[in-house]
């Protein structure tokens, strides 16, 4: 991998760029070899899908709830309904 590259790749997921930069000896094993960035890459993303994204399931989550009070919010309706008849 060229130095270009490693740009490239640096300004394409920043979030990667951050975890480099955490550590100086990640930062001096990139600059003394830029193809370890590539293997780096490959950890970083691999330990990356390890992680939950707790922002996600919460959305989705209250997403959810707020299907299911709708929905019991109906059947209430529903039951009452049929109770006057």
């Known amino acids: 991998m060229k130095k270009k590259e490693v740009k490239q790749l640096l300004k394409k997921h920043p979030e990667f760029e951050a975890w480099v930069l955490e550590d100086s000896?990640?930062?001096?094993?990139?600059?003394?070899?830029?193809g370890m960035a590539e293997e780096l890459f490959k950890r970083w993303n691999e330990r990356k899908k390890g992680l939950l994204d707790f922002e996600g399931i919460s959305q989705k989550t209250k997403r959810a709830?707020?299907?299911?009070?709708?929905v019991?919010?109906?059947?209430e309706m529903m039951?009452?309904?049929?109770?006057?008849?």
């Open 79 to 85: 039951s009452d309904y049929s109770k006057k008849q």
């Open 65 to 70: 709830s707020e299907m299911l009070t709708g």
């Open 72 to 75: 019991q919010s109906i059947m």
């Open 25 to 34: 000896m990640r930062i001096r094993a990139v600059k003394s070899n830029p």
